[in-house]
């Protein structure tokens, strides 16, 4: 199986099986769309829902927001056949992880809940919110995806001994 991973602003579109497109997500949201009878699908990922109002962007500030994502990829989708009306959607991420930061994974979340409603796009699952990362795996052709939360449960460091000094000058000592 081939495997397809994007990062934070990216997006992938695929109409062949035995593909997979994956994610790591905190804050951020992921949407899986896929259209069961042309059986095309892809994923985004984006940082941000949408710009504040007037706000002005370049084209690469753009590539963080959600409402640009979110057309990138129906029109990606749109390219390989995909029809608008049959899209299926799933959404993941939209965690709270780092409390400084207040709710950005919430808006996320709810911008794109917004969005599939606005569009008329069915949500299929929908795993957003809490305090863990994801990993997400989508199985585009399929419209399958899973999602696995990431352990935030930082382990115990046990002690580190002091290293010993070498016995001979010139020694190689591996630690």
């Known amino acids: 199986m081939r495997r397809i991973s994007i990062i934070q602003g990216d997006h992938a579109v695929v109409s062949e099986p035995d593909v997979m497109i994956s994610t790591l997500l905190g804050s951020c949201?992921?949407?899986?769309?896929?259209?069961?009878?042309?059986?095309?699908?892809?994923?985004?990922?984006?940082?941000?829902?949408?710009?504040?109002?007037?706000?002005?962007?370049?084209?690469?500030?753009?590539?963080?927001?959600?409402?640009?994502?979110?057309?990138?990829?129906?029109?990606?989708?749109?390219?390989?056949?995909?029809?608008?009306?049959?899209?299926?959607?799933?959404?993941?991420?939209?965690?709270?992880?780092?409390?400084?930061?207040?709710?950005?994974?919430?808006?996320?979340?709810?911008?794109?809940?917004?969005?599939?409603?606005?569009?008329?796009?069915?949500?299929g699952h929908c795993d957003v919110g809490g305090t863990s990362a994801r990993k997400v795996e989508f199985l585009p052709h399929d419209g399958r995806s899973r999602c696995t939360k990431v352990s935030q449960q930082v382990a115990e460091t046990a002690p580190v001994a002091k290293p010993q000094p070498a016995a001979h000058r010139g020694e190689l000592e591996l630690f």
């Open 29 to 123: 949201v992921a949407v899986c769309l896929y259209d069961p009878i042309a059986k095309v699908g892809g994923m985004n990922h984006f940082l941000l829902g949408e710009p504040s109002e007037g706000q002005a962007l370049s084209a690469i500030d753009m590539q963080r927001y959600g409402v640009h994502a979110m057309e990138l990829l129906i029109n990606g989708m749109m390219g390989k056949g995909a029809s608008r009306a049959q899209l299926r959607a799933h959404i993941y991420g939209g965690a709270n992880i780092i409390s400084g930061l207040g709710s950005i994974g919430s808006s996320n979340a709810a911008f794109a809940r917004r969005f599939m409603e606005t569009e008329a796009i069915t949500i």
